[in-house]
C-alpha cells in the first residue's frame, strides 16, 4: 500500500499547523474530560507529538505510533519518547490494550483507511477521539487547489479522513471547543505553498505547481485576510466502530 511521507516536511509542521495556545488548551481540556486520570492512551499518526506530549504532561499514559522517522525524531527532541514507529493498518499492540485512542489529521492520508479504523477497534476499550477544524469560510490557501482544478488537475486525498468517519459513524459527542481567527498574509502562506508544505500538494507535477503558484503571487501578492475557524472534538464509543468494521470484512 502506497503511504504518503511526512519526512520531508517534518521541520516545518509545526509552525504550519499548530493551533494558538489558548484553543489548545481548550481542545485538551474536552479531550481530559473524556477521559479518566491516568487512563492509557494510543496517538496513531502522532506526529510531532503535539497533542501526545501535552496529554503525558497531564497525566496521562501515552503512547504515539507513526510511519515517518523525521516526524518521530521531532517528537523525541521535544521531549516525548513513548514512540513506536509502525504502519497505522497494523499496529503492534495487544487487543484491548488501550483506554483510548486519538487519530488526528490521519486518516485523509490512507486509501485503505478502513483498516486503520480496525486495527484501532482492535487495541480499543473504551472510546476513539478526534480534533476536527471546520473553516467558517474557505480558506485563501484553497486558491491553490481551486487553480488546479482550473487547470484539470483534480486529484485529492486518498482516505476519507476523520470528518468523513464522522459521516459514516455518527460520534457519540460532537462538541466545539474554540473559535480561532487567524491574520495571515498572503505571502506567507503562499511561500508555505511553494515548499509544498501539504500534503495534498506532494502529487502535483512540478510544472503545474509552479504555475499555479506563480498565477497566485501576481494576483494576491501583498494582500492580509483573515482565517476563521472552529475547532472541534469528536468521541466515538468503542462499539460504535464495529459495524463499519465488520461491514468492511
Ligand atoms: C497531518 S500529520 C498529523 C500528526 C498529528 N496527529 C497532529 O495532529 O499533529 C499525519 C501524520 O500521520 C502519519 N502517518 C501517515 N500515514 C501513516 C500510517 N500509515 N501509519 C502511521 N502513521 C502514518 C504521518 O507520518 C504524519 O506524522
Given at each position: 500500500m502506497k503511504r504518503v511521507s511526512f519526512d520531508t516536511i517534518a521541520d516545518?509542521?509545526?509552525?504550519?499547523?499548530?493551533l494558538p495556545e489558548d484553543a489548545m488548551n481548550k481542545v485538551l481540556d474536552a479531550l481530559c474530560e473524556e477521559m479518566p486520570q491516568?487512563?492509557?492512551?494510543?496517538?496513531?499518526?502522532?506526529?510531532?507529538?503535539?497533542?501526545?506530549?501535552?496529554?503525558?504532561?497531564?497525566?496521562?499514559?501515552?503512547?504515539?505510533?507513526?510511519?515517518?522517522?523525521?516526524?518521530?525524531?521531532?517528537?523525541?527532541?521535544?521531549?516525548f519518547d513513548r514512540l513506536v514507529r509502525a504502519d497505522s493498518?497494523?499496529?503492534?499492540?495487544?487487543?484491548?490494550?488501550?483506554?483510548?485512542?486519538?487519530?488526528?489529521?490521519?486518516?485523509?492520508?490512507?486509501?485503505?483507511?478502513?483498516?486503520?479504523?480496525?486495527?484501532?477497534?482492535r487495541v480499543l476499550r473504551d472510546s476513539l477521539m478526534s480534533v476536527?477544524?471546520?473553516?467558517?469560510?474557505?480558506?485563501?490557501?484553497?486558491?491553490?487547489?481551486?487553480?488546479l482544478r482550473e487547470h484539470g488537475y483534480d486529484k485529492d486525498h486518498p482516505g476519507i479522513g476523520e470528518k468523513g468517519l464522522a459521516e459514516r459513524v455518527k460520534p457519540r459527542l460532537v462538541k466545539g471547543v474554540a473559535s480561532v481567527t487567524h491574520h495571515q498574509t498572503a505571502d506567507r502562506v503562499m511561500d508555505r505553498l511553494d515548499e509544498r508544505c501539504f500534503s495534498s500538494q506532494w502529487e502535483v507535477p512540478e510544472e503545474l505547481h509552479r504555475a499555479v503558484i506563480t498565477e497566485m503571487r501576481e494576483k494576491y501578492s501583498g494582500e492580509e485576510f483573515e482565517?476563521?475557524?472552529?475547532?472541534?472534538?469528536?468521541?466515538?464509543?468503542?462499539?460504535?466502530?464495529?459495524?463499519?468494521?465488520?461491514?468492511?470484512r
Open positions: 516545518e509542521y509545526d509552525e504550519t499547523r499548530e491516568g487512563s492509557s492512551t494510543l496517538d496513531i499518526g502522532s506526529g510531532t507529538a503535539r497533542f501526545a506530549l501535552r496529554l503525558s504532561r497531564r497525566g496521562f499514559s501515552v503512547v504515539g505510533i507513526d510511519i515517518s522517522e523525521e516526524m518521530l525524531g521531532i517528537s523525541g527532541r521535544k521531549g493498518s497494523f499496529l503492534p499492540f495487544r487487543d484491548a490494550a488501550f483506554d483510548f485512542a486519538l487519530v488526528v489529521h490521519v486518516l485523509h492520508l490512507l486509501e485503505d483507511w478502513v483498516v486503520t479504523v480496525a486495527e484501532i477497534r476536527v477544524i471546520e473553516n467558517e469560510a474557505k480558506w485563501f490557501g484553497e486558491s491553490y487547489h481551486d487553480l482565517n476563521c475557524y472552529d475547532v472541534l472534538v469528536y468521541v466515538w464509543d468503542v462499539g460504535q466502530l464495529d459495524e463499519l468494521v465488520t461491514e468492511a
